[in-house]
Structures are given as C-alpha cells and as structure tokens.
C-alpha cells in the first residue's frame, strides 16, 4: 500500500507527476526492464535508467493483480491472524499479511503500535510544478532552468513539463500556498530569455508538494508479523529508486517466507542410537 508517482492531466496535457529516473538499478531486475520503455542516461557522473513511461510500466508489472486507487487508508489493525486495513469511506479489507510502502510519519498515524521514530522519519521534501501549453518547451527551457537549480522533466509526446525546486528552498517555504510558490517560480524565472520567458507567462501552472518527496535515512522495522516494509527507506542507497525496487523483492519473499510457515512439514524424531 503506498506509491508517490501519479499521472495527470492539465488542460488536456498529460504529463507523469514523479521522478522518472531509477537510480542505483538492481542487476538482478534487468530481466524486467523492458528496453522499449527504458533507457539509460547520464545524470551528472552516475549513469541511471529513465522510465519513458513509468505508470505503463507499473501497470505492467502488476498485470493480473487486483489494484484499489483513489483509496485514503486511514487505519491499519491487527486482529488474531488477520491484518484489517480501514479506509475513510468506512470499508474494511482483511488480509493474511500487508506490505506497506506510505511515507513513515503517514504510516506511524494509522498504526497502532508502530515504532515511534517512524513519527518523525527524515524526509527530503519537494515542491513540483506541472506545467501545459498548446505547444512544446523551448530548445532552451531545461538548461534554463536546471542553471538555476530547478530539476526539469519533460514528458516525452506531450507539450507539458514538470519543474521540482531544490529540496533546500522546498524545506524552507514547505507550508506556503501553492499560489505563493507558484508566483515565487515567475519571480526566480523572471530574468530567463525572452524565448523561455513567454512560453512559461503562457503556460497553464499548478503546483503540488511532496512532502515526503525522498527518505534521507534507512527506517527502524516494526516486527510485526506479517507486515513487511518496503520503500526507498528500507534499503541502500537510500532515497534512490534502486532501494524502493530491491526493498520490494525482499519484501514480497518475506511475506511468502512468512504466510508459508504452517506449511512447513513437522518434526520427526530421528534414531540416534545404532544397533
């Protein structure tokens, strides 16, 4: 349960809200890397692998799976050998185990019992813009803006754009209003080329925060039985798609490890004595 990556449309723009870059790729997960979905970039001296469509990708992935979304969980219990997730809507589902990859402060408000130090986990927030207009980006606009600190991620067949701030201004203006950081990104982009300039004054602008954007320390497990963690928290490098893809593996096999146990044949006493 979790997830931090979303799609959206913007006056008929669609663009993919999140990281599309896959930093610190497992080796053992190129079997799953779909090479007309992906490619490898070169992002400063650290090659990374680039999602050209990351939600088609998840989709994927889980193909056959049964998916809830647009989902607000706000409780999750155990009940003897059950797991009970709540939602806010009142429905309840049971389940034998949870893998549970929401942000820790989230998760430390809907679990009783969970470690406190989940409470005030350290994150690496975000402030994002998603940008759409009637025609693409200017040869200019990501070298524009990546000068001036911005990280710019362009969506491949589309005219929009999504523009992340700096994690430090992010942590400084983290309770602005959106229109606040909306009109603090036409005052920083003020002085850019006329070019860049007059496509972004005509671009429609909607701003989002991740407040949990990138875990910046691995997590402190709960123990609980049959509920594992995973997420970029739960493994190294931490905060880096690598982590969230290898925790899942590990996390995916303890739960089998787990739920297979009254599966295990029983012991036999075993003669110790010849004859």
């Known amino acids: 349960m979790g997830g931090r990556c979303s799609r959206r449309a913007l006056d008929d723009v669609v663009v993919t809200h999140g990281a599309r870059h896959v930093h610190d790729w497992p080796e053992w997960m190129k079997a799953w890397c779909d090479g007309e979905n992906t490619v490898m970039v070169q992002d400063g001296s650290t090659p990374s692998l680039r999602l050209m469509d990351g939600p088609e990708t998840i989709a994927g992935w889980l193909n056959g799976i049964d998916v809830v979304t647009g989902t607000t969980v706000v409780r999750i219990e155990q009940s003897d050998d059950q797991w009970h997730v709540h939602d806010e809507e009142g429905n309840r589902w049971e389940a034998t185990g949870v893998v549970v990859t929401a942000p820790l402060p989230q998760l430390h408000r809907m679990m009783p019992g969970a470690p406190e130090s989940w409470s005030n ?90 407040r ?17 963690e995973a997420g970029d928290a739960w493994e190294t490098p931490v905060g880096t798609g690598g982590a969230a893809l290898r925790s899942g ?17 029983a012991s036999a006493p075993v003669q110790q004595t010849l004859f």
């Open 121 to 210: 986990h350290a994150y690496r927030p975000t402030w994002s813009l998603v940008l759409a207009h009637g025609t693409p980006p200017p040869a200019a606009f990501r070298p524009t803006l990546e000068n001036l600190g911005f990280e710019v991620e362009e969506s491949d067949g589309t005219t929009g754009a999504v523009v992340h701030f700096p994690h430090d201004w992010s942590q400084s203006h983290l309770e602005d209003e959106r229109t606040d950081v909306v009109q603090a990104f036409m005052d920083m982009t003020s002085g850019v080329d006329n070019e860049v300039l007059d496509w972004l004054k005509s671009a429609t602008c909607q701003s989002h925060r991740w």
């Open 212 to 228: 949990y954007g990138r875990a910046d320390a691995l997590g402190v497990e709960s123990a609980f039985p049959r509920l594992v």
């Open 249 to 265: 593996a590990w996390a995916a096999a303890h739960m089998a490890w787990q739920c297979s146990q009254h599966l295990r044949p």
